[in-house]
């Protein structure tokens, strides 16, 4: 057994091949346009870069893109049901992230008793 332990939280992909997200977003974009879902490995393919960027991207795209199980689409392109979807998906996400910081914040208490 090796005494390397690989950094868990270590980010993917190079951050040479992370161009400012200010820059992508444009090119993001167009890349959807008229393409319907498209995978995030495709995306990252085509605009050099890593799945981290494209979510960041898609963060920052002031709810021009939607996400999902699918990759990446244009809301104003996407069927309502997606979008529906997308959003059940981002909200449940929320909460999910919410009540790990709730149990994180109680053991934190404990901790200071």
Not at 70 to 95: C, F, M, N, P, V
Request: charged share 25%.
């Amino acid at each position: 057994m090796s005494g390397h332990q690989p950094n868990l939280f270590a980010a993917h992909g190079s951050p040479d091949h992370r161009p400012v997200v200010d820059r992508l977003l444009p090119r993001f974009l167009a890349s959807l346009h008229g393409r319907g879902w498209v995978s995030a490995r495709t995306l990252c393919h085509e605009l050099g870069t890593d799945d981290r960027t494209i979510r960041e991207a898609a963060h920052q795209s002031n709810g021009e893109v939607v996400s999902g199980q699918k990759g990446y689409a244009l809301t104003i392109q996407a069927s309502l049901e997606d979008i529906h979807r997308s959003i059940a998906w981002l909200l449940s996400q929320s909460d999910r992230m919410r009540e790990r910081a709730m149990a994180i914040e109680r053991v934190r208490h404990g901790r200071a008793a």
